[in-house]
């Protein structure tokens, strides 16, 4: 690809604090047009990371282009294509949302009555006109932080960077929060996502990097990294506990995996390698005239993939950087 069909590019990028090597020789290369999260514990770097990004950092090393401008030669083009919402609101909580809308419009250069067309569209759009004349310190978590986004969109961005936006809601208010990213994307923006939510990232992303001591450790789709956690996880229930011990023997002969028998008499799990081979081995269990009532084949989540990556305490070294295909 061409550096103008990336939103963002980096190859070695590090950034240094004293001692400490808060960012060591990330490499990533993120298609414009999707949302790109940046997955990992506090304390990973990826605050670090976006913050060399937006070029509000120089890196110590290594080259950054967003969108075809190098972060460090041609801050001013990269700062005029891209937004940034941190981890916390940037608003004036004695004036109303329209207000604060409006005003930053006039700021970004809105004159008159456009400024104030160009505010009640982002209320609007971020399902805020309701409380437009409320004063932001009556608003809610949630409600902040899509007033923050909104503020964000004032110039419409090519690049919209959100720092751990969710951090401190609220299910109901994340949720809000997470349908105004989707249409952000649906309206052709670039979302980079900085999360610590596993959930988050399966929610919203198109592709994952999970970043881990300043290093990213694994990149591809969420379903790919699941594929680094293992195999999945059949789950079922015979109809008769009596038919329990037989239908086992069955399903381990067909998955070859060792049954684990739960404490619910009619349970068990196995392990299963090839999701294809699930119904196939249900079918021929059925077919010798046992009764199953309920089954399930769970993948692993976020979280397992995490555990299976890093495999060690926080504050290990840094493993391999594991590259997932497409």
Known sequence: MSHETWAIETRGLVKVFGAHRAVGGVDLSVPAGCVYSVLGPNGAGKTT??????????????TARVLGHDV???????????????????????????????????????????????AGDLLEAFSLSEAAKRAVKTYSGG???RLDIAASLVVRPDLLILDEPTTGLDPRSRGQVWQSVRALVDAGATVLLTTQYLEEADQLADR???????????????????????AAALRVRVADRDDRPEAARLLAALLGADPVLEPDPVALTLRVDEPAAAAKALAAVTERGLRIDEYALAHPSLD????????????GPAPRHEEVPA
């Open 143 to 145: 409600m902040r932080r």
């Open 304 to 315: 397992e993939v995490f555990l299976a990556l890093t495999g060690k305490p926080a504050d």
């Open 49 to 62: 990371l976006i913050r060399m990004i937006a070029t509000l950092l120089r890196p110590d090393g290594g």
């Open 72 to 118: 460090t030669t041609e801050a001013a083009r990269v700062r005029a294509r891209l937004a940034l919402t941190g981890q916390f609101a940037s608003l004036d909580e004695d004036l109303t949302g329209l207000e604060n809308l409006t005003l930053l419009a006039r700021l970004r250069g809105h004159r008159g009555r456009a400024a104030g067309k160009r």
């Open 208 to 230: 994952i990097a999970v970043l881990d001591h300043g290093r990213v450790i694994a990149e591809g789709t969420s379903s790919r990294l699941k594929a680094l956690a293992g």
